[in-house]
Protein backbone atom coordinates (compact mmCIF):
# COMPACT_ATOMS: atom_id res chain seq x y z
CA UNK A 1 0.00 0.00 0.00
CA UNK A 2 0.92 3.46 -0.97
CA UNK A 3 1.59 6.24 1.51
CA UNK A 4 -0.70 9.30 1.58
CA UNK A 5 2.39 11.58 0.35
CA UNK A 6 1.78 9.57 -3.14
CA UNK A 7 -1.81 10.12 -3.30
CA UNK A 8 -2.66 13.45 -5.86
CA UNK A 9 -5.35 15.35 -4.24
CA UNK A 10 -8.01 17.38 -6.57
CA UNK A 11 -10.80 19.21 -4.50
CA UNK A 12 -13.79 20.92 -6.28
CA UNK A 13 -14.99 24.10 -4.61
CA UNK A 14 -18.23 25.33 -5.26
CA UNK A 15 -20.59 22.73 -3.92
CA UNK A 16 -22.96 22.42 -1.36
CA UNK A 17 -22.90 19.42 1.21
CA UNK A 18 -25.72 17.57 3.20
CA UNK A 19 -25.47 14.73 5.38
CA UNK A 20 -28.37 12.10 4.99
CA UNK A 21 -29.16 9.68 7.52
CA UNK A 22 -29.85 6.21 5.65
CA UNK A 23 -33.68 4.62 6.19
CA UNK A 24 -36.40 6.73 4.94
CA UNK A 25 -34.60 9.79 4.86
CA UNK A 26 -32.17 8.52 2.56
CA UNK A 27 -34.87 6.76 0.53
CA UNK A 28 -36.91 10.33 0.62
CA UNK A 29 -33.95 11.93 -0.71
CA UNK A 30 -33.64 9.76 -3.28
CA UNK A 31 -37.30 9.40 -4.56
CA UNK A 32 -36.60 13.05 -4.64
CA UNK A 33 -33.71 12.97 -6.89
CA UNK A 34 -34.92 10.75 -9.13
CA UNK A 35 -38.41 12.67 -9.40
CA UNK A 36 -36.11 16.36 -10.36
CA UNK A 37 -34.23 14.69 -13.35
CA UNK A 38 -34.27 16.87 -16.22
CA UNK A 39 -32.43 14.94 -18.66
CA UNK A 40 -30.03 12.92 -17.15
CA UNK A 41 -29.61 10.08 -14.44
CA UNK A 42 -26.94 7.22 -13.50
CA UNK A 43 -27.24 4.79 -10.60
CA UNK A 44 -24.26 2.53 -9.70
CA UNK A 45 -24.88 0.32 -6.67
CA UNK A 46 -23.41 -3.15 -5.17
CA UNK A 47 -26.94 -4.49 -4.12
CA UNK A 48 -30.23 -3.85 -5.80
CA UNK A 49 -32.92 -6.40 -4.57
CA UNK A 50 -36.20 -7.09 -5.89
CA UNK A 51 -38.05 -5.93 -2.60
CA UNK A 52 -40.38 -3.39 -1.64
CA UNK A 53 -37.80 -0.71 -1.45
CA UNK A 54 -36.22 -2.70 -5.06
CA UNK A 55 -39.64 -1.97 -6.59
CA UNK A 56 -40.37 1.57 -5.23
CA UNK A 57 -36.98 2.94 -6.41
CA UNK A 58 -38.00 0.38 -9.96
CA UNK A 59 -41.12 2.20 -10.20
CA UNK A 60 -39.82 6.01 -9.99
CA UNK A 61 -37.10 5.01 -12.51
CA UNK A 62 -39.41 3.86 -14.83
CA UNK A 63 -41.83 7.07 -14.52
CA UNK A 64 -38.64 9.06 -15.16
CA UNK A 65 -37.59 7.23 -18.32
CA UNK A 66 -41.13 8.22 -19.39
CA UNK A 67 -40.28 11.90 -19.24
CA UNK A 68 -37.56 11.24 -21.51
CA UNK A 69 -34.79 10.88 -18.92
CA UNK A 70 -31.76 9.19 -19.78
CA UNK A 71 -30.92 6.65 -17.23
CA UNK A 72 -27.94 4.66 -16.80
CA UNK A 73 -27.77 1.53 -14.25
CA UNK A 74 -24.71 -0.58 -13.30
CA UNK A 75 -24.97 -2.77 -10.73
CA UNK A 76 -22.38 -5.61 -9.68
CA UNK A 77 -22.91 -8.91 -11.31
CA UNK A 78 -22.15 -10.76 -7.87
CA UNK A 79 -24.49 -9.03 -4.87
CA UNK A 80 -26.98 -8.05 -7.01
CA UNK A 81 -27.11 -11.31 -9.38
CA UNK A 82 -30.83 -12.80 -8.34
CA UNK A 83 -32.48 -9.86 -9.74
CA UNK A 84 -35.26 -11.44 -11.67
CA UNK A 85 -35.15 -11.22 -15.22
CA UNK A 86 -38.17 -9.41 -15.92
CA UNK A 87 -37.58 -6.90 -13.01
CA UNK A 88 -34.78 -5.60 -15.23
CA UNK A 89 -36.58 -6.16 -18.21
CA UNK A 90 -39.62 -4.05 -16.94
CA UNK A 91 -37.00 -1.21 -16.97
CA UNK A 92 -35.15 -2.12 -20.57
CA UNK A 93 -38.50 -1.77 -21.92
CA UNK A 94 -38.44 1.72 -21.02
CA UNK A 95 -35.61 2.66 -22.22
CA UNK A 96 -33.71 2.42 -19.31
CA UNK A 97 -29.81 1.30 -20.10
CA UNK A 98 -28.81 -1.76 -18.07
CA UNK A 99 -25.63 -3.55 -17.26
CA UNK A 100 -24.15 -6.01 -14.55
CA UNK A 101 -20.66 -4.95 -13.83
CA UNK A 102 -19.18 -8.38 -14.34
CA UNK A 103 -15.75 -10.04 -12.93
CA UNK A 104 -13.38 -12.15 -14.40
CA UNK A 105 -15.24 -15.71 -13.79
CA UNK A 106 -18.48 -16.13 -11.69
CA UNK A 107 -20.85 -18.69 -10.75
CA UNK A 108 -23.50 -18.59 -8.02
CA UNK A 109 -20.86 -20.24 -5.37
CA UNK A 110 -18.14 -18.94 -6.98
CA UNK A 111 -16.14 -15.57 -7.82
CA UNK A 112 -13.15 -14.19 -9.24
CA UNK A 113 -12.64 -10.82 -9.97
CA UNK A 114 -13.66 -6.94 -8.48
CA UNK A 115 -16.47 -6.09 -7.32
CA UNK A 116 -18.32 -2.80 -7.75
CA UNK A 117 -19.19 -1.49 -4.52
CA UNK A 118 -20.45 1.86 -5.01
CA UNK A 119 -23.53 3.57 -4.18
CA UNK A 120 -23.56 6.61 -6.57
CA UNK A 121 -26.46 8.41 -8.04
CA UNK A 122 -26.07 11.50 -10.22
CA UNK A 123 -28.37 13.83 -11.80
CA UNK A 124 -27.92 15.91 -14.12
CA UNK A 125 -24.15 16.65 -13.30
CA UNK A 126 -25.29 18.63 -11.13
CA UNK A 127 -26.59 16.51 -7.83
CA UNK A 128 -25.37 13.62 -6.24
CA UNK A 129 -25.82 10.86 -3.34
CA UNK A 130 -22.98 9.02 -2.27
CA UNK A 131 -22.88 6.90 0.54
CA UNK A 132 -22.90 3.20 2.17
CA UNK A 133 -26.62 2.61 1.08
CA UNK A 134 -27.72 -0.39 -1.24
CA UNK A 135 -31.46 -0.43 -2.32
CA UNK A 136 -32.97 -2.71 -0.18
CA UNK A 137 -35.34 -3.40 2.70
CA UNK A 138 -33.10 -3.73 4.90
CA UNK A 139 -31.49 -0.48 4.44
CA UNK A 140 -35.15 1.24 4.69
CA UNK A 141 -37.17 1.51 7.77
CA UNK A 142 -40.67 -0.14 7.10
CA UNK A 143 -43.14 -1.61 9.29
CA UNK A 144 -41.79 -3.33 12.56
CA UNK A 145 -38.32 -3.23 10.36
CA UNK A 146 -35.93 -0.57 11.41
CA UNK A 147 -33.34 0.42 8.63
CA UNK A 148 -29.87 -0.64 9.70
CA UNK A 149 -27.75 2.27 10.44
CA UNK A 150 -25.75 3.78 7.37
CA UNK A 151 -24.81 6.95 5.48
CA UNK A 152 -24.88 9.24 2.78
CA UNK A 153 -23.88 12.88 1.51
CA UNK A 154 -26.24 14.58 -1.04
CA UNK A 155 -24.06 17.05 -2.70
CA UNK A 156 -24.78 19.84 -5.45
CA UNK A 157 -22.24 21.34 -7.45
CA UNK A 158 -18.63 20.76 -9.61
CA UNK A 159 -18.07 16.94 -7.76
CA UNK A 160 -21.54 16.10 -9.75
CA UNK A 161 -20.11 16.07 -12.63
CA UNK A 162 -16.76 14.84 -11.75
CA UNK A 163 -19.08 11.71 -10.94
CA UNK A 164 -21.05 12.08 -13.82
CA UNK A 165 -17.36 11.47 -15.87
CA UNK A 166 -16.86 8.57 -13.44
CA UNK A 167 -19.90 6.91 -13.90
CA UNK A 168 -19.73 7.12 -17.31
CA UNK A 169 -16.35 5.73 -17.34
CA UNK A 170 -17.18 2.53 -15.25
CA UNK A 171 -20.53 2.03 -17.16
CA UNK A 172 -18.79 2.57 -21.01
CA UNK A 173 -15.48 0.53 -19.83
CA UNK A 174 -13.98 3.85 -22.20
CA UNK A 175 -11.55 6.78 -20.87
CA UNK A 176 -12.57 8.86 -23.61
CA UNK A 177 -16.28 9.27 -23.57
CA UNK A 178 -18.22 12.64 -24.43
CA UNK A 179 -19.76 13.78 -21.39
CA UNK A 180 -23.57 14.65 -21.68
CA UNK A 181 -23.32 17.87 -19.94
CA UNK A 182 -21.81 20.88 -20.61
CA UNK A 183 -18.94 21.69 -17.74
CA UNK A 184 -19.05 25.60 -18.49
CA UNK A 185 -22.60 25.32 -17.93
CA UNK A 186 -22.46 22.88 -14.74
CA UNK A 187 -19.91 26.08 -13.47
CA UNK A 188 -22.22 28.66 -14.44
CA UNK A 189 -24.99 26.81 -11.98
CA UNK A 190 -22.52 26.36 -9.55
CA UNK A 191 -20.77 30.03 -8.87
CA UNK A 192 -23.52 30.51 -6.23
CA UNK A 193 -22.94 27.68 -4.11
CA UNK A 194 -21.31 27.63 -0.76
CA UNK A 195 -17.06 26.83 -0.84
CA UNK A 196 -17.36 23.70 -0.02
CA UNK A 197 -14.04 21.52 -0.27
CA UNK A 198 -14.46 18.04 -1.57
CA UNK A 199 -12.81 15.38 -3.65
CA UNK A 200 -13.59 11.92 -4.57
CA UNK A 201 -11.46 9.40 -3.74
CA UNK A 202 -11.18 5.41 -5.18
CA UNK A 203 -10.17 2.47 -4.17
CA UNK A 204 -9.42 -0.16 -6.90
CA UNK A 205 -5.99 -1.97 -6.39
CA UNK A 206 -6.54 -4.07 -9.99
CA UNK A 207 -6.38 -0.26 -11.75
CA UNK A 208 -3.07 1.06 -8.99
CA UNK A 209 -5.67 3.07 -7.36
CA UNK A 210 -5.40 3.89 -3.20
CA UNK A 211 -6.83 6.98 -2.35
CA UNK A 212 -9.26 6.27 0.34
CA UNK A 213 -6.97 3.92 1.62
CA UNK A 214 -4.66 7.14 1.44
CA UNK A 215 -7.06 9.70 3.23
CA UNK A 216 -7.03 7.46 6.18
CA UNK A 217 -3.27 7.85 6.06
CA UNK A 218 -3.66 11.25 6.23
CA UNK A 219 -5.97 11.63 8.72
CA UNK A 220 -3.49 9.25 11.31
CA UNK A 221 -0.77 11.77 10.25
CA UNK A 222 -2.25 15.02 10.35
CA UNK A 223 -4.89 14.85 13.29
CA UNK A 224 -4.43 17.53 15.86
CA UNK A 225 -6.77 16.23 18.42
CA UNK A 226 -9.51 13.53 18.06
CA UNK A 227 -10.69 11.13 14.82
CA UNK A 228 -13.87 9.00 15.51
CA UNK A 229 -14.32 6.28 12.73
CA UNK A 230 -18.20 4.20 12.52
CA UNK A 231 -17.04 1.13 10.57
CA UNK A 232 -19.51 -1.67 9.81
CA UNK A 233 -16.34 -4.48 9.39
CA UNK A 234 -13.43 -3.10 11.05
CA UNK A 235 -10.65 -5.60 10.58
CA UNK A 236 -7.50 -3.73 9.79
CA UNK A 237 -4.09 -4.04 8.27
CA UNK A 238 -1.01 -4.71 10.18
CA UNK A 239 -0.20 -1.39 7.81
CA UNK A 240 -3.41 0.40 9.20
CA UNK A 241 -3.04 -0.78 12.98
CA UNK A 242 0.62 0.83 12.31
CA UNK A 243 -0.68 4.10 11.29
CA UNK A 244 -2.90 4.21 14.11
CA UNK A 245 -0.39 3.59 17.19
CA UNK A 246 1.75 6.59 15.32
CA UNK A 247 -1.15 8.32 15.95
CA UNK A 248 -2.02 7.37 19.05
CA UNK A 249 1.41 7.80 20.57
CA UNK A 250 1.19 11.50 19.17
CA UNK A 251 -1.22 11.89 22.01
CA UNK A 252 -4.64 11.55 19.10
CA UNK A 253 -7.85 10.25 20.58
CA UNK A 254 -9.31 7.59 18.45
CA UNK A 255 -13.17 6.48 18.81
CA UNK A 256 -14.90 3.40 16.91
CA UNK A 257 -17.99 2.87 16.47
CA UNK A 258 -18.88 -0.90 15.56
CA UNK A 259 -21.28 -2.96 15.41
CA UNK A 260 -23.47 -5.40 17.88
CA UNK A 261 -25.33 -6.87 15.86
CA UNK A 262 -24.10 -7.85 12.26
CA UNK A 263 -25.18 -9.55 9.19
CA UNK A 264 -21.95 -11.48 8.97
CA UNK A 265 -20.88 -13.46 12.00
CA UNK A 266 -17.56 -14.44 10.91
CA UNK A 267 -16.76 -10.97 9.97
CA UNK A 268 -18.11 -10.31 13.52
CA UNK A 269 -15.87 -12.42 15.46
CA UNK A 270 -12.92 -11.38 13.07
CA UNK A 271 -13.76 -7.92 14.22
CA UNK A 272 -13.94 -8.75 18.30
CA UNK A 273 -10.56 -10.30 17.52
CA UNK A 274 -8.80 -6.61 17.96
CA UNK A 275 -10.65 -5.41 20.43
CA UNK A 276 -7.72 -6.02 22.91
CA UNK A 277 -5.54 -4.54 20.70
CA UNK A 278 -7.47 -1.35 20.50
CA UNK A 279 -7.99 -1.18 24.51
CA UNK A 280 -4.47 -2.15 25.22
CA UNK A 281 -3.77 0.69 23.12
CA UNK A 282 -6.52 3.75 24.82
CA UNK A 283 -8.76 3.28 21.60
CA UNK A 284 -12.59 3.68 22.69
CA UNK A 285 -14.49 1.08 21.04
CA UNK A 286 -18.44 1.56 21.08
CA UNK A 287 -20.46 -0.93 20.18
CA UNK A 288 -24.03 0.40 18.53
CA UNK A 289 -26.98 -1.54 19.63
CA UNK A 290 -30.30 -1.03 17.86
CA UNK A 291 -30.23 -2.56 14.68
CA UNK A 292 -27.29 -3.90 12.51
CA UNK A 293 -24.40 -0.89 11.49
CA UNK A 294 -24.02 -0.53 8.00
CA UNK A 295 -22.05 2.78 7.90
CA UNK A 296 -18.57 3.99 6.88
CA UNK A 297 -17.58 7.27 7.94
CA UNK A 298 -15.02 8.96 9.56
CA UNK A 299 -14.34 12.32 10.79
CA UNK A 300 -10.88 14.46 11.73
CA UNK A 301 -11.29 16.99 14.21
CA UNK A 302 -13.08 19.49 12.93
CA UNK A 303 -11.37 19.63 9.79
CA UNK A 304 -12.10 16.63 7.23
CA UNK A 305 -14.75 14.01 6.74
CA UNK A 306 -14.89 10.89 4.18
CA UNK A 307 -17.74 9.05 3.45
CA UNK A 308 -18.78 6.78 0.93
CA UNK A 309 -18.58 2.68 -0.12
CA UNK A 310 -14.95 1.63 1.96
CA UNK A 311 -14.91 -0.42 4.58
CA UNK A 312 -11.99 -0.93 6.97
CA UNK A 313 -10.54 -4.10 6.06
CA UNK A 314 -8.47 -6.30 2.92
CA UNK A 315 -11.64 -6.66 1.09
CA UNK A 316 -12.19 -2.90 0.18
CA UNK A 317 -8.36 -2.33 0.34
CA UNK A 318 -7.74 -5.03 -2.22
CA UNK A 319 -10.99 -6.85 -3.31
CA UNK A 320 -13.39 -3.90 -4.46
CA UNK A 321 -14.00 -1.18 -6.49
CA UNK A 322 -14.55 1.83 -4.01
CA UNK A 323 -15.69 5.03 -3.67
CA UNK A 324 -15.52 8.01 -0.83
CA UNK A 325 -15.64 11.38 -0.57
CA UNK A 326 -13.84 13.73 1.27
CA UNK A 327 -15.20 17.17 2.60
CA UNK A 328 -13.42 19.92 4.23
CA UNK A 329 -15.68 22.19 5.40
CA UNK A 330 -16.20 23.56 9.39
CA UNK A 331 -20.10 23.21 9.14
CA UNK A 332 -20.68 20.62 7.53
CA UNK A 333 -17.74 18.37 10.17
CA UNK A 334 -19.47 19.67 12.70
CA UNK A 335 -22.90 17.75 11.76
CA UNK A 336 -21.18 14.85 11.76
CA UNK A 337 -19.23 15.35 14.88
CA UNK A 338 -22.49 16.05 16.29
CA UNK A 339 -24.28 13.06 14.65
CA UNK A 340 -21.76 10.30 15.63
CA UNK A 341 -21.32 11.87 19.64
CA UNK A 342 -25.30 11.76 20.09
CA UNK A 343 -25.12 7.79 18.31
CA UNK A 344 -22.43 7.24 20.85
CA UNK A 345 -24.20 8.68 23.93
CA UNK A 346 -27.73 7.43 23.47
CA UNK A 347 -27.18 4.14 21.50
CA UNK A 348 -24.18 2.19 21.97
CA UNK A 349 -22.34 0.25 24.55
CA UNK A 350 -18.58 1.05 25.66
CA UNK A 351 -16.53 -2.10 25.53
CA UNK A 352 -14.08 -1.76 28.41
CA UNK A 353 -11.66 -4.61 29.69
CA UNK A 354 -13.32 -6.03 32.27
CA UNK A 355 -16.51 -6.43 29.79
CA UNK A 356 -13.97 -8.62 27.61
CA UNK A 357 -13.23 -10.91 30.39
CA UNK A 358 -16.81 -11.19 31.45
CA UNK A 359 -18.31 -11.84 28.30
CA UNK A 360 -15.51 -13.32 26.25
CA UNK A 361 -13.84 -16.44 27.37
CA UNK A 362 -11.30 -18.40 26.14
CA UNK A 363 -13.58 -20.59 23.87
CA UNK A 364 -14.69 -17.44 22.26
CA UNK A 365 -11.25 -15.87 21.92
CA UNK A 366 -10.70 -18.49 20.19
CA UNK A 367 -13.26 -18.34 17.83
CA UNK A 368 -12.90 -15.03 16.93
CA UNK A 369 -9.01 -15.74 16.35
CA UNK A 370 -9.89 -18.84 13.69
CA UNK A 371 -12.77 -16.39 12.34
CA UNK A 372 -9.94 -13.90 11.74
CA UNK A 373 -7.11 -16.22 10.29
CA UNK A 374 -10.07 -17.19 7.71
CA UNK A 375 -9.86 -13.08 6.43
CA UNK A 376 -6.56 -12.88 6.79
CA UNK A 377 -5.52 -16.56 4.82
CA UNK A 378 -8.10 -15.86 2.32
CA UNK A 379 -6.75 -12.57 1.57
CA UNK A 380 -2.98 -13.66 0.97
CA UNK A 381 -4.19 -17.13 -0.70
CA UNK A 382 -6.75 -15.26 -3.36
CA UNK A 383 -5.89 -11.66 -3.50
CA UNK A 384 -10.10 -11.27 -4.40
CA UNK A 385 -11.22 -14.86 -4.60
CA UNK A 386 -13.84 -15.34 -2.69
CA UNK A 387 -15.53 -19.07 -2.55
CA UNK A 388 -18.32 -19.17 0.42
CA UNK A 389 -21.67 -17.01 -0.04
CA UNK A 390 -21.27 -16.13 3.39
CA UNK A 391 -18.05 -13.99 3.40
CA UNK A 392 -20.06 -11.65 1.26
CA UNK A 393 -19.70 -8.25 2.73
CA UNK A 394 -22.83 -5.69 1.84
Not at 122 to 134: E, P, R, Y
Request: hydrophobic share 40%.
Amino acid sequence: MSSAKKIKTTYTYNNKAVLIRGGKEYFDQLKMLIGQAKAFLQLQVYIFEDDHTGNEIKECLIAAAKKNINIQILLDGYASRELPKDFIKNMSDEGIHFRFFEPIFKSRYYYFGRRLHHKIVVVDGLFALVGGINISDRYNDLPNHPAWLDYAVMMEGEVAFELHKLCLLFYHKKRNIETWVDKSNIILQTLSLPHTAIRIRRNDWVMNKNQISGTYMELFRKAQKEIIMMSSYFIPNRFFRNEMSAALKRGINIKLILAGKSDVKIAKNAERYFYRWALRNKIQVFEYLPTVLHGKIAVCDESVVTIGSYNINDLSALASVELNVDIEDTPFTATVINEMKNIISRHTTEIKKDHIATNFGMWDKLIQWASYMIFRSTFKLFTFYFSKKQLTIK
